[in-house]
């Protein structure tokens, strides 16, 4: 049993560890990207500050169409 473990181990050593500590770096080179770093606001604040923006334009949008709306069915009702 200690001679599998040991195989398992070397084995690991090399094949595996070179590529997971690849994708280990990758990993937080993506999760840095997404949070953002040292105060800078990541990809997920940028998404996060357009969505809000996007709720603004419609909902004036929305406003802006019903204000039309109701000034089109009084001047048609005159």
């Known amino acids: ?9 070397k084995m690991y050593r090399l094949i595996c560890k070179e590529r ?11 999760i ?17 500050d357009l969505k809000r923006r996007w ?7 929305g406003i802006l169409a019903t204000v039309m709306i109701t000034q089109l069915v009084q001047w048609l009702l005159q």
């Open 1 to 9: 049993m200690a001679d599998q473990v040991q195989n398992d181990e």
């Open 55 to 61: 709720t603004l334009i419609f909902a004036v949008v």
């Open 32 to 48: 840095s990207l997404l949070k953002g770093k040292n105060g800078d606001p990541g990809l997920l604040d940028d998404v996060r």
């Open 20 to 30: 997971f500590d690849h994708i280990d770096k990758s990993q937080q080179e993506i």
